[in-house]
């Protein structure tokens, strides 16, 4: 309960005030509640989706792990054509499983396998070695062609880098093509030309001392002028202080400064570290890691990526060799020399080539490093490793294409788990983003917090650490813990606003209750007030005697007629008591509308007479026989309230009659109306004026006499009798209508 200060002239404002505060004292607390849980589930989200990534990184590296494995288990020979296969003994001969066409995948996205000599000079597995006969191994023109055609890329991605020496790859017996030369166009459009011109094009564009050979495509004539078209332009040989080769390899994983002391102490020409010296970026790269804002406060939570930052991902050597990953010797059998014309012409690469006593078969150690990987300042990522034979050092190394490179070693497996719905996945060396795979955007309440920040980022192992995969978020997928906090969060919503706005009717209408009891008070003490001041006045007066013998009869009546309203009050307010405690008795007795008509107008016309008013009965012959079940005195009540109701809001209308008729309606039910010819009832009152203490006019400047209970107990009498009332205004005045079941069928 309130304090009595505090109700004390309490109004609408205050209490809406009061519970503004109330429901601000609980809806804070309450939000900061929901908000912490949510934090929590979308914290829960975050490292869920976390540990999906670092178990799909796991799997990239252990998947990269076992083809380095495969790559680093060929032997120095496998990188060659020929091999020694079998028994030594036997010496027999085959082609190398490396010049397998197309190119074996020991890797993803791999463009050939090459090996680099002392002195610069390629060579790929891909093709045979000297002038021997492509048809000899079991390969046709076409293929052969094709097999240049690789060969000539990686030697172009090779010397570009100033990893070989700039030499196109020589032509071979049984190729129909044409050597490149300086005045020649591009090589694609050279041979698309060549293509199209067919033996005799190509016969036209060669000097008159040679020929083309329209069997098989082989130039014959000069052996000068052969060996000239063949033999590499004058501008691609080395110049003689160009450093070409090995030199290169050395410093391809070096770190910057280091690289950097030996260009200022003059060990390597500044153009042959390339973009080692100069800091220009990849040509195949997307752009830069450090471009892409990711969010800073959860890349410090990323605790992987944390440990990654400290400990630098690409510091020094060291990083290159991983535990288990050493040096190691071999046995190496290589052929001297190519084998001889065979009369058999071997198809398949795993087919013995030579089984003759004349090829000399030579076997030496061998020593291999581990495999190291790097990326090209044309963004070629590039597999080498340095094998030592006999003092001699060669550079051996699979060229890979960036682009194929990365989305193989990411595309399925991200695609194939639940990062795709709601992240990005970046491969990136070295602060270069080589490919980009984006998932769906999932808008949901998590996104406008996670929105590109940091999911999780690694780099791989040894010797692929240069490279990072990299998460973002584009939108957490809500969990099942999200869908009932936000049902939870409804509900408690929907209570805290209907709690709060029921409170709030409950309050206005106990302000309006009070209102109108105080209003009720001022109006009994009023109507009590006056009939008492009329009685105590003529009673004295006829006491004393002062009134005149003419006058006594009618002080007399005005005495009647203010005990009757006394009694009227008195009955009401006793009445209304007893609604209020639900202590209502009814005797309800079956009676005819006839019975109740007759008892009603003796206790009505004396009281409708006096006020100055006639009084109408309209009864219906059929209405008049009807039985219903009613509380006759109670009836007499509502009527007489009705009654009263009339007088005093038509008592200055011209026609001053009171209709009082009875009638029986369609859905047998009895009808009693009371009409007036005064103003009648505003629309927008005639739901209000059944209420408890209502009044149409102010205390202070109504005009009627009346308590504002009169019509609220004939609601309340009528629903207590199972029956209704209403009112409808008629065009002069207003019918106040009471309907009540009829017990007995109408006959």
């Known amino acids: 309960m309130l304090p009595r200060t505090l109700t004390k002239g309490f109004d609408k404002g205050r209490l809406r005030r009061l519970l503004a505060f109330l429901f601000m004292a609980l809806a804070i607390p309450t939000a900061v509640l929901i908000w912490q849980a949510y934090s929590q589930l979308k914290w829960e989200a975050f490292h869920q989706y976390r540990g999906i990534a670092e178990g799909l990184a796991n799997r990239i590296d252990s998947d990269l792990i076992a083809r380095l494995e495969v790559a680093e288990a060929r032997s120095f020979a496998d990188y060659t054509f020929l091999v020694v296969a079998g028994d030594q003994k036997l010496n027999f001969v085959q082609r190398s499983p490396l010049s397998a066409f197309p190119v074996s995948q020991d890797m993803h996205g791999v463009i050939g396998f090459f090996q680099v000599g002392t ?83 190509r016969q036209r564009r060669l000097p008159e001392s040679v020929a083309l050979d329209s069997n098989d495509g082989v130039l014959v004539g000069d052996k000068d002028a052969v060996d000239r078209l063949y033999a590499a332009p004058e501008e691609a040989k080395p110049k003689q202080n160009e450093v070409y080769s090995q030199a290169v390899f050395d410093q391809l994983n070096a770190p910057k400064k280091s690289a950097d002391a030996q260009y200022r102490a003059g060990g390597l020409g500044g153009e042959t570290l390339g973009g080692t010296l100069e800091s220009k ?51 190496i059998a290589l052929p001297e020399s190519e084998p001889p014309v065979m009369t058999a012409v071997a198809r398949s690469p795993a087919a013995n080539l030579s089984t003759t006593s004349d090829l000399r078969i030579s076997t030496f150690e061998s020593e291999v490093d581990p495999l190291e990987f790097s990326q090209l300042d044309s963004g070629h990522f590039v597999l080498f490793r340095k094998v030592w034979r006999e003092g001699t050092r060669y550079i051996q190394g699979i ?80 969990g099942p813990g999200a869908t009932v906090l936000g049902w939870v969060t409804l509900v408690l919503a929907i209570v805290f606003l209907g709690g709060f706005y029921t409170l709030y009717r409950l309050g206005v209408s106990q302000i309006n ?40 009869q009618q002080y007399y009546e005005f005495i009647h007629d203010e005990s009757e309203r006394l009694t009227r009050l008195i009955s009401n307010v006793l009445q209304l008591a007893k609604i209020t405690r639900n202590e209502p008795q009814f005797d ?32 219906d012959d059929q209405a008049n026989n009807t039985t219903i079940s009613i509380d006759g005195d109670c009836f007499a009540q509502i009527i007489i309230n009705l009654v009263d109701n009339a007088i005093k809001f038509s008592k200055d209308a011209d026609n001053k009659r009171i209709e009082i008729s009875s009638r029986v309606r369609g859905d047998n ?47 309340q009498l009528s629903q207590a009798m199972n029956g209704k009332v209403d009112v409808i205004n008629t065009e002069p005045g207003a019918e106040f209508r009471v309907s009540f079941p009829v017990v007995s069928p109408i006959g």
């Open 119 to 201: 002195e610069g000079e390629f060579s790929t597995p891909l093709l045979p070695q000297g002038n021997a006969d492509p048809a000899t191994f079991g390969i046709s023109a076409e293929e052969y062609e094709q097999r240049t055609r690789v060969a000539q890329e990686i030697r172009e991605i090779l010397s570009d880098n100033r990893l070989v020496q700039h030499q196109p790859v020589g032509l071979r017996r049984g190729v129909a093509s044409l050597p490149a030369s300086p005045a020649d166009e591009p090589t694609e459009r050279v041979e698309a030309e060549e293509e199209a011109d067919g033996v005799e094009g």
């Open 281 to 331: 970026e990849r040509v195949n790269a997307l752009g830069k890691v450090a471009d892409l804002k990711l969010d800073a406060e959860l890349q410090r939570k990323s605790e992987l990526a944390e440990k990654s930052r400290d400990d630098g991902a690409f510091r020094d050597e060291e990083q290159l060799a991983s535990p288990g990953r050493m040096k190691r010797r071999e046995q």
């Open 399 to 478: 060229l890979l294409s960036p682009r194929a490179f990365a989305a193989g070693v990411v595309d399925t497996g991200f695609y194939e788990t639940g990062l795709s719905a709601m992240s990005n996945l970046i491969v990136a060396y070295r602060d270069d983003i080589i490919i980009s795979l984006s998932g769906s955007h999932y808008p949901d309440y998590t996104a406008a917090s996670f929105d590109g920040a940091l999911l999780y980022r690694s780099p791989l192992s040894a010797p692929f650490n240069g490279l990072e995969l990299i998460f973002s978020i584009n939108g957490l997928p809500p």
């Open 513 to 552: 209750l009070a209102r109108q009891q105080q209003d009720f008070v001022s109006a009994v003490s009023h109507e009590l007030k006056t009939p008492l001041t009329s009685i105590r006045m003529y009673g004295e007066m006829l006491k004393e005697g002062w009134a005149e013998p003419a006058k006594q």
């Open 588 to 619: 309800l007795t079956s009676v005819t509308v006839s019975e109740l008509m007759s008892q009603i107008e003796s206790k009505i016309s004396s009281q409708v007479q006096r006020a100055g008013f006639e009084l109408d009965f309209q009864q």
């Open 669 to 715: 039910k009895i009808v009693f109306a009371v009409r007036d010819f005064g103003p009648g009832v505003a629309k927008d009152q005639m739901k209000k004026i059944f209420q408890l203490f209502y009044r149409s006019e102010s205390e202070l400047t109504r005009e009627t006499v009346g308590t504002g209970i009169g019509l609220a107990i004939v609601h």
